[in-house]
């Protein structure tokens, strides 16, 4: 069976500082992979796809960045992480014609 | 842009059924109907999908409107695990098609 995981599962870190948030996908191949952000009492905004390693599209412009060195691997990165960074980040993978999959998510705070 | 539009919340009687709508009124005729459950600090739990049939799985049952403008999830008997909000997404089956979550339902079950 198909499992996603995220680490880590909390993070405090200081306006100005860098971040990286991993996502990784097991007993799957060549899956879609996704980052979302959810804000406090919002609903959730897609931020990254990638339809393939080293394949990124953005739907908003911001201050992240993401990455697929590997097909199960989805980094998400900042270098100067700002205070509208905070929220819960979510990954989650799907293949073609089924359903997304969602991991447990990172909450970041940003202070 | 999420395609869908969902009542801000709703109440429901413990072991009584939970009848969600969503309307979809711009639908595509390869977009499917997913529905999603988030408990609060989770990620997403996958619930439903469908085309133009009705569907029933084990959680929920799915009822599309003949000129796919509209469905309904039913939860057929409630339970306080159940409280969550629940999301309605229009996308089409190809990995090309992305996901947009609007701000769903707040389903309150209530003892």
């Known amino acids: 069976s198909q499992t996603i995981h995220q680490w880590p599962a909390t993070l405090v870190q200081p306006v100005g500082s860098p971040l990286s948030l991993e996502c990784t996908v097991e007993?799957?191949?060549?899956?879609?992979l996704y980052w979302y952000r959810q804000a406090a009492g919002r609903g959730l905004q897609l931020l990254f796809y990638?339809?393939?390693?080293?394949?990124i599209s953005s739907e908003v412009p911001q201050n992240l960045s993401a990455s697929r060195p590997q097909d199960r691997q989805f980094i998400l990165s900042s270098k100067k992480l700002l205070l509208s960074d905070s929220g819960f980040y979510l990954c989650?993978?799907?293949?073609?014609?089924?359903?997304?999959?969602f991991g447990p998510g990172t909450r970041l705070t940003v202070l | 842009d999420a395609k869908t539009t969902q009542p801000p919340s709703m109440d429901c009687a413990e072991g009584r059924a939970a009848n969600l709508p969503c309307n979809h009124s711009?639908?595509?005729?390869?977009?499917?109907v997913y529905w999603y459950r988030q408990i609060h600090s989770q990620g997403p739990q996958y619930i439903i999908h469908?085309?133009?049939n009705n569907e029933t799985n084990e959680m929920a049952s799915l009822i599309i409107t003949e000129d796919r403008k509209s469905s309904t999830l039913i939860l057929p008997h409630a339970t306080l695990r159940d409280t969550a909000v629940y999301y309605c997404?229009?996308?089409?089956?190809?990995?090309?098609?992305?996901?947009?979550f609007g701000t769903g339902t707040s389903l309150t079950v209530i003892p």
């Open positions: 997404i229009v996308a089409g089956a190809g990995t090309g098609n992305q996901f947009y």
């Open positions: 469908g085309l133009k």
């Open positions: 990638s339809v393939g390693i080293g394949q």
């Open positions: 711009t639908i595509s005729g390869n977009e499917y």
């Open positions: 007993g799957t191949s060549n899956p879609n």
């Open positions: 989650a993978w799907r293949r073609q014609y089924n359903e997304q999959f």
